[in-house]
């Protein structure tokens, strides 16, 4: 497939191999857009971030800077937290953000939702004046995450040079990994209708607590199964199954049903000012450290990670 128009948004892939070849991709494309006048953020793992900082000298007071280790824990708190964040409230303007949400260290559970979002990044921006270039280390991601970067972006950046994907197809990246999710060993399960909503919040938050969470992130439990049975309740069919286990340092919540989730970008835009509802998956993924989701003609499955502090 290729690529279409690249403006007004533009979304490009940096291959870089070394700090040399990432300072050479990054620092101009920062220092050309504080030149022009133009907001720049920089949401990229600790390590570059500090590295850029450094690069940066002076001009790094200018820059709006993130470590995505943590704003980008969960990919699907990208968009609509970050991204979204500052490109909303630049809107008169052309707006430049670096985003690396895929580093090496990412597990294989994160990197489908990594992917995903790199590839609705395409359809949230279309038509907005804004420029996301996102880094890519050569040297140490798998082979199978670039070659998933060229079906994303539809500019590619490598060597030095520039050129149009001629393998763009972010749709195509949505749908392949909108894949079945891997059942645990083991779980707790508890089947929830209407009249039950109370007694489903209190079970996940009760085998959480045994499963060693506390704190605020028992609170934050709470609010997702809270929010993810209600929308099985309202939408999925009157009914569902929440499911809880361990899972190495995180405690997982999923909630099954036998609605269809039919618009991939749901809970990843930021609500309207005058927008009464729709805001509980956006809820869901600020909360947890992961979402995981399969929808499909039998149904909708939605899997969200806690990590255990």
């Known amino acids: ?34 030149k022009a006048g133009e ?11 500090a590295l850029l900082e450094t690069a940066l000298g002076e001009d790094a007071a200018h820059v709006k800077f993130l470590d995505m280790t943590d ?11 970050v991204l979204r964040a500052f490109a909303d409230a630049h809107r008169q303007t052309h707006v430049r953000i670096i985003g690396e949400p895929i580093w090496a260290g ?9 992917a995903q979002h790199e590839a609705l990044i395409n359809p949230a921006f279309q038509g907005r004046n804004v420029t996301i270039l996102c880094p890519y280390d050569a040297d140490r991601l798998d ?22 994907s001629t393998a763009y197809a972010p749709e195509h990246v949505v749908a ?10 083991a779980a707790d399960e508890l089947s929830f ?9 209190h079970f996940a938050v009760g085998h959480a607590a045994r ?16 929010e993810l049975t209600t929308n099985s309740v309202v939408h999925g069919g009157g009914s569902g199954t929440l499911r809880v286990w361990a899972e190495d340092s995180q405690v997982v919540c999923e909630v099954r049903d036998h609605g269809q989730l039919n618009d991939p970008l749901a809970g990843r835009r930021p609500p309207a000012r005058d927008q009464l509802g729709g805001r509980g998956l956006l809820l869901v993924h600020s909360l947890a450290d992961l979402v995981r989701i399969h929808t499909g003609p039998d149904g909708t499955a939605i899997r969200c990670y806690v990590t255990r502090y």
Do not use: W
């Open 176 to 185: 392949r990994y909108n894949q079945p999710l891997e059942q645990p060993a």
């Open 211 to 226: 499963l060693g969470l506390s704190g605020i992130r028992l609170e934050d439990v709470a609010l997702i199964v809270a």
């Open 1 to 34: 497939m290729t690529a279409p128009a690249l403006e007004p948004f533009v979304h490009p892939a940096l291959f870089y191999q070394g700090e040399k070849e990432y300072l050479h991709g990054t620092v101009p494309f920062i220092r050309d857009g504080l």
């Open 106 to 114: 990412r597990s294989s559970v994160e990197y489908p939702a990594c």
């Open 71 to 81: 704003a980008g824990r969960n990919p699907g708190r990208i968009i609509p937290k």
């Open 193 to 201: 209708h209407a009249d039950q909503l109370p007694n489903a919040r």
């Open 143 to 164: 082979e199978h995450v670039l070659t998933d970067a060229y079906a994303t972006h539809p500019l590619v950046i490598s060597g030095g040079k520039e050129r149009l």
């Open 39 to 49: 907001p720049v953020a920089v949401a990229v793992p600790g390590p570059n971030l």
